[in-house]
């Protein structure tokens, strides 16, 4: 969706409607906001929006004894 985004985050707001806004931080930008409803579909946003970070172990020993 936003591949450009490296991080987000989510902010509680005063408004009744849309009381979460996620401000993504783009590359090579200025912040950008949204607003969503719940916490659950800003998060879902963020997901979505952002990047996979890579697994914090190696996957070098993840195998099965006698396995080469």
């Known amino acids: ?36 409803a719940t916490m659950r579909e800003a998060e879902a946003f963020i997901r979505l929006s952002t990047p996979p970070t890579r697994p914090a172990l190696s996957t070098l020993y993840d195998r099965n004894a006698g396995e080469s």
């Open 1 to 36: 969706m936003y591949s450009a985004h490296i991080a987000g985050r989510v902010v509680r707001t005063l408004s009744g409607k849309l009381p979460y806004k996620v401000v993504m931080t783009p590359a090579a930008r200025s912040e950008i906001d949204h607003s969503f």
